[in-house]
């Protein structure tokens, strides 16, 4: 609709009554079913380990063996690697990890990935899950730009992160979550899809799953986790832009949002007006770090932030609460303390009497 | 639009404590226009003036509509 910006004053004093409605409201794509996934040989045309995965050793050769589940669909046997040697604070910065392709033919994408897994990785034993989402810049297919950023999370927070399945995705696109391109879905909802796939194939602690992304992926971020807020424990979006509209869904997750108050690529104020949002809608569990001064590398303060770990780490779904605070009703003035003045209970009806400057009613 | 009486006497507090600081009106989780309260109601009539996209007034319109049907 072409934006037209009017001026407007309101008074309140007439009450119509049986005002029609102008438009619809649109409504997010949220997608949930999810369908046969599978992973794909394309070294070798093995029909029954459908699986490609490689290591990277930087300082530790590692071999590889056919790891099957056979209690479940031949299609998510996975190569493991028989030890992962992991040693945290290399020269890059970034510890072993297994790089692997997610075919996911439920959503027509293909999404390279980087994997974590633990040194210590046991099947008996339930891992939490960090879900992170690359910025613009990383976007691609060589599955190794996505970690360019995150080089702090593993460097200066190893105690943590070591103890985590760590999954890196990169889209060869956008991130978009609400995009159905015919043929293919948006590749956020595969890299959903791929979290899923993970969770079969590991051993992951569902009650403890965090997201998080900068810039880019700090915009998919708030996407999922609006639309996913029963799966995530915590999400941390750094340097991002939101939704204001789907606040009401974030008001039970513990966020911790982190933005340069310098950055010329994605203003603070977005995610400013996330904070305040959630806030207006009754969240207690939102935490805004302004970094002052700061430009577009905001992750390189967050990652290397040891208390933003520890208290992700913390935050456990099966312990938390709902907030005793219900979500206030559609209509509300908010004074700039952010308590509510009025709100829908304060109103016996709508004044449709707006009228632009010069009088002349709308 | 129409206030309760209690509605405006918590209006008409805001405005005097105020003393010309910002206030929001949201819809929804939307921001529809931010406002500064300089003057206190005249003739129990609340003049707001700001400036908003006309979206995010059908959003108003709709959203304030059906909430006052609701009820």
């Not at chain 1, 799966?231 to 832009?241: H, K, R, W, Y």
Request: proline share 4%.
């Amino acid at each position: 609709m072409k934006k037209v910006i009017v001026a407007f004053l309101i008074i309140s004093v007439l009450c119509l009554n049986g005002c029609k409605k102008l438009s619809s409201d649109t409504s997010s794509d949220i997608l949930s079913n999810i369908s046969s996934i599978e992973y794909v040989d394309n070294l070798n045309d093995s029909s029954d380990a459908s699986i490609i995965s490689s290591i990277n050793s930087t300082t530790n050769s590692t071999t590889s063996s056919v790891v099957s589940d056979n209690s479940s669909d031949t299609q998510n046997t996975i190569i493991r690697p028989e030890k992962v040697k992991t040693i945290y604070g290399f020269k890059e910065g970034i510890s072993d990890h297994i790089k692997n392709t997610f075919y996911d033919t439920k959503n027509g994408n293909t999404l390279q990935y980087c994997l974590f897994i633990p040194d210590d990785y046991s099947a008996n034993k339930k891992y939490p899950v960090i879900l992170f989402l690359h910025g613009a810049g990383e976007i691609g297919t060589d599955n190794a730009s996505q970690l360019t950023n995150i080089k702090n999370m593993f460097s200066k927070n190893p105690d943590y992160v070591s103890q985590a399945i760590v999954i890196c995705p990169q889209t060869p696109e956008w991130w978009r979550l609400d995009r159905d391109y015919g043929d293919r879905k948006g590749t956020l909802s595969s890299a959903m899809n791929l979290l899923e796939e993970i969770q079969k194939q590991y051993s992951c602690d569902e009650n403890r799953i965090y997201l998080t992304g900068l810039s880019m992926g700090g915009y998919a971020t708030w996407e999922l986790l609006q639309n996913y807020s029963h799966i995530f424990a915590a999400g941390v979006p750094v340097c991002g832009f939101g939704n204001e509209m789907n606040a009401a869904a974030l008001v039970d997750i513990p966020i911790r949002i982190y933005h340069g108050t310098a950055d010329p690529t994605v203003s603070f104020s977005s995610s400013q007006s996330m904070y305040d949002a959630i806030v207006a809608a009754g969240g207690k569990k939102v935490e805004l770090f302004p970094l002052e001064g700061v430009g577009h590398d905001a992750w390189s303060y967050a990652y290397a932030d040891t208390t933003m770990f520890e208290w992700m780490f913390s935050q456990d779904k099966s312990k938390s609460t709902p907030s005793p605070i219900k979500p206030v009703g559609p209509f509300r003035i908010v004074d700039s303390n952010g308590n509510n003045v009025i709100t829908i209970d304060d109103v016996i009806d709508v004044d449709y009497s707006i009228v632009n400057l010069e009088n002349r009613v709308m | 639009m129409i206030l309760t009486d209690e509605g405006k006497e918590k209006l008409k507090n805001a405005y005097v404590k105020s003393g010309g600081k910002e206030f929001t009106v949201y819809c929804r989780m939307q921001k529809i226009y931010s406002f500064t309260a300089t003057e206190p109601p005249v003739d129990n009539k609340f003049v707001i003036s700001g400036v908003f996209k006309i979206d995010n007034y059908l959003a108003y319109y709709n959203m304030l509509n059906d909430a006052c049907i609701e009820k």
